[in-house]
């Protein structure tokens, strides 16, 4: 049956090469592309792990995804070149996501080098007149102006004309009006957003000078099954990765959880929700070009320490039982992460660009997603871990 856009346009086959698409997001986005469209995917990353099922001979999509096993650095250019003009559309979702911060230096490096390995790929899409989808991160807000309110001012439905002139919910964070508010140097966990920031500096650059076909999406906190590694279990190293795989290990190791800033709040958006956004900037160009989407769930807002306690709470209902020890203990940011590490209090994305231009609302709550993920780690990792 043929499928049709917002607008009712008859939607086209389209070739897509991702860039680290065998991620998170990536291989949830390959598993949409090929069970709902009729998209081919170019898929590079490093490893196809999260991939593979798809990539299998017995996969019925296997003639509509190819995998490049490449390490992106300054030599695997002339390829990513090819493989860029080779495309209707990239998606670039590179990034080292782990908040970690021991060896500073490396990682700032790497951050750096990343988003300047990223420049060519903004420069073979406008060369080419190729669209581009690229991955930013809520990070780039940094630091919300509520923090630096007064505390009594501090109120989650206050309103403040700090902003522009503007009465607006002062954490709210707007793509288009709201200011970035970068901390000292020495909190170095911010060159992150400063290396994704400066990204978003050069393509909405790109596009005033050489007419680039943009769309930028920033992802506030989208979970789900796959999301990370669980430490000792998928990888013998490798550091600390984000908070739903941290607390999904305690949970299945019958540690108590370690909650670093018990009063920050995030708005946790079902990774499956996300991805219909994502496939309908895909299939909507003419209302995602030149667009940046703040893409989360404001509605499932709660503090770390709400979520580590829900978390506990829907283990125990899919896990048929409680874990034995399963609380919370509190844990200072720089014995988790190391030293330099920084957060904000509080990120909730404004819907009004986004539901304005696609139509797009996420309707999966707190719990269910939470059901969904932890039964899937339960059932993935309980085995191996009790090994
Ligand atoms: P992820 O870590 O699961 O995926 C990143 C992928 O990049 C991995 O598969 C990794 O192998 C690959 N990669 C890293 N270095 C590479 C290199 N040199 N060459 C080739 N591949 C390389 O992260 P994710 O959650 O899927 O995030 C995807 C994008 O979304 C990233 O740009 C990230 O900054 C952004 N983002 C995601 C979230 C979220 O909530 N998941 C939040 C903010 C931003």
Redo the contacts with the bound molecule.
Sequence with gaps: MERVNLDGKEIKPLTICLI?G?????SHLCEKLMADTSHKAIV????SEKINHLLDHSSPWRDRIEFHK????NDSNSLLETLIKASDLTIN?????TPYMSRPLARIKSYFL?AI?NFPVVKYCTESNKRLIH?????VYENTERSFLPEYQVIRKDVCTFSFGMEQEPNLLKEDASPSICDPIGKHRWSYACA?QMMERLIYAEDAEHGLDFTIVI?????GPE??FIPGVDRLTGGVPRVLACFSNNLLRGEPLKVDCEKSQRSFCYIKDAIEAILLMIENPERANGQIFDVGNPDNEVTVKQFAEMMIEVYAKVGGKSAPGSSTIDVSSEILYGEGYDDIDQRIPDMTIISKQLGWKPTTSLQDLLEITLSYQHQTYSQSIKK
């Excluded at 065998?22 to 990536?26: E, K, P, Q, S």
């Excluded at 590079?44 to 490893?47: C, F, L, M």
């Excluded at 490449?70 to 650095?73: G, V």
């Design positions: 680290s065998g991620g998170f997001v990536g590079v990353d490093i490893s490449i390490k992106i650095k979702l590179s990034a080292i996501c990343d390995l991955f930013s991160t809520c990070g994704k992802p506030f906190n989208w979970i999301m990370d």
